[in-house]
């Protein structure tokens, strides 16, 4: 069977930290990038909300 080969734990821990990563990504870009950059636009802003996970709130996404 295909099923037996396919180490489904490794890839949702990969898929977990993938996450995890993003989530941090998206916390530190949104904090500190208009501290280094200043006004950053609105494209960015929007990108940095979406990876800390605002997509999934269908209040926050209009």
Do not use: K, N, Q
């Amino acid at each position: 069977m295909v099923h037996s080969r396919i180490d489904y734990s490794r890839y949702a821990r990969g898929g977990f930290l993938a996450g995890v990563v993003v989530f941090a990504l998206g916390i530190v870009g949104h904090a500190v990038g208009p501290a280094v950059f200043g006004s950053l636009p609105a494209w960015e802003r929007t990108l940095f909300v979406l990876m800390e996970g605002a997509a999934s709130c269908s209040r926050c996404v209009r």
